[in-house]
Each structure stands twice: as structure tokens, then as C-alpha cells.
């Protein structure tokens, strides 16, 4: 798996979006059960009768301020059964068993691991242990914050998604501590959040005879990252997926850090 498909923001356009990622010969799914940006039951409508093998499928856990009125949850129930009464939810909309990765959608506040991070952390981890969600995952978090997670979980992140920042050194700390800990960095918004990036491309792009959003892929494959890609155009998609084929020198990588 190279390359993850981002499901954000399609609404109605979701089923097909993902049905059309499926025929472009993406095998991983990124949603969430937040439909406030994500519309997971399209996503399993699109998914349905696609080999459940064939699929990695990961979704997450996102708390009442990330949600608009349309919960997922009894808003009044304690943190820990909202996650489940979430991620049974996403089960029935995914038309599935288990999830391959479960993702808290980001931490209560922006700095600190509070005890409503834990209450819901260790309710995913239980889902772990019962086999249900393969591996967790965290999104939206600081380097602090990743530390924090991992000084106190009992069931270690395996995944952490965030949107990269090439002024940030494409969220160079928390990478760091990726790579130290074994946890696959997911980078989200590569092109969008990037634009001069995406410049600084360009003749690299002409170089190798591809475009310069494949270049950016390519890019952040070189450096670690699992890239997501929320394109909506069919070819995009197909191009996208190609960028994992570039291989850029070095001094180009280093040229794009």
C-alpha cells in the first residue's frame, strides 16, 4: 500500500469517488464516522462486495466538538461507550467485522494528554484487544502530545495522520518520532497546504516527464511517509497512484525538504 485515498469532504460524491480509487487500484480507505466532513456509509456502499482481504480499511473516533448535530453517539453517555456506540457504527456502515486501523480524530485540546484523551484511548484499546480494531491510530497531534500518547498507552499507535507543512519541515518533529517509535506517519493536505511546494516541483517534474503533484508524492514516499490523496478526478487518482513508481535523486529530495 502506497498511497491512501482520503474520503473528506465528497458528501454525495463519496460512492462514487471511492468506487472509482477501488478501479484505480487503490487498496486503502481513509474515513471517519464525523459527518460533519466524512460520509462513511457511502464509503461502505461504494466497498460492498469488494474482497475484504483485499482492503485496509481505517476510520476514526471523532469527540462531540469535532461533530456537527448528526452524532454518532448519545452525546450524554460517558466518553468511553461513545467510542463504542461510534465504532459499532462504523461497522455497520462499512459493512464489515473489524477496522484495520482506528483512529482517535485528535486530542481534547491542542496542547496536553488530558484524562478525557485517556478515557477514550484506553476504550479504543479495549476494541484492540478484542480484536476488532487491528491497530490504533491518532490524528491531528503534536510532537508533545505524540509523547505524551505513547509514555501512557498501554497499546502503543501504529499510525498518526496529519496535515504536512513543508514550512513546518513537512512536520519534521513528529516525523522524528515516528520513525524512533515504528509508528507510519500519514501526511494529509500534501498539495493543498503546499502550493509553493508544489512550484519548487516543477522542473524537477519536466526532468522526470511527470506532473509536479507526483513529484510531491513521490517526495514524501522518499522520505517515509504513507501520502493520502483525496483527489476526486478519476486520471488524478491513476496519476497519483503512479507517483510511487519516481524515483528521485537525493539532491532532489533534499532540494523539496
Not at 10 to 30: F, H, P, S, W
Not at 222 to 242: N, S, Y
Request: proline residues 5%.
Amino acid at each position: 500500500m502506497k498511497l491512501l485515498y482520503g474520503t473528506a469532504w465528497k458528501e454525495d460524491d463519496t460512492a462514487r469517488c471511492v468506487r472509482d480509487a477501488l478501479l484505480a487500484g487503490y487498496r486503502g480507505i481513509d474515513t471517519a464516522n464525523q459527518r460533519k466532513h466524512y460520509h462513511e456509509a457511502q464509503v461502505g456502499q461504494a466497498i460492498r462486495g469488494f474482497p475484504r482481504d483485499q482492503l485496509f480499511l481505517q476510520t476514526k473516533f471523532a469527540s462531540k466538538s469535532g461533530q456537527d448535530r448528526r452524532l454518532p453517539y448519545d452525546a450524554a453517555a460517558p466518553l468511553s461507550r461513545q467510542v463504542e456506540q461510534s465504532f459499532q457504527s462504523s461497522l455497520e456502515h462499512l459493512g464489515t467485522r473489524f477496522i484495520d486501523s482506528y483512529v482517535l480524530h485528535g486530542p481534547s485540546s491542542r496542547e496536553g494528554w488530558h484524562p478525557n484523551d485517556e478515557e477514550v484511548w484506553a476504550a479504543m484499546e479495549v476494541l484492540h484487544q478484542r480484536g476488532l480494531a487491528k491497530a490504533l491510530g491518532v490524528s491531528n497531534v503534536s510532537a508533545d502530545q505524540l509523547e505524551l500518547l505513547c509514555a501512557k498507552a498501554k497499546v502503543q499507535p501504529k499510525y498518526v495522520q496529519n496535515r504536512c507543512y513543508a514550512r513546518t519541515g513537512w512536520d519534521q518533529r513528529v516525523r522524528e518520532l515516528c520513525m524512533q517509535r515504528g509508528i507510519t506517519y500519514q501526511g494529509f493536505s500534501l498539495l493543498t497546504a503546499n502550493p509553493e511546494a508544489v512550484q519548487k516541483a516543477v522542473p524537477i517534474a519536466a526532468k522526470h516527464g511527470v506532473t509536479p503533484q507526483q513529484v510531491i508524492f513521490a517526495f514524501a514516499l522518499a522520505v517515509g511517509m504513507l501520502p493520502l490523496t483525496g483527489t476526486t478526478d478519476p486520471q488524478h487518482m491513476k496519476e497519483d497512484l503512479a507517483a510511487a513508481a519516481v524515483q528521485l535523486t537525493p539532491d532532489e529530495v533534499r532540494l523539496l525538504q
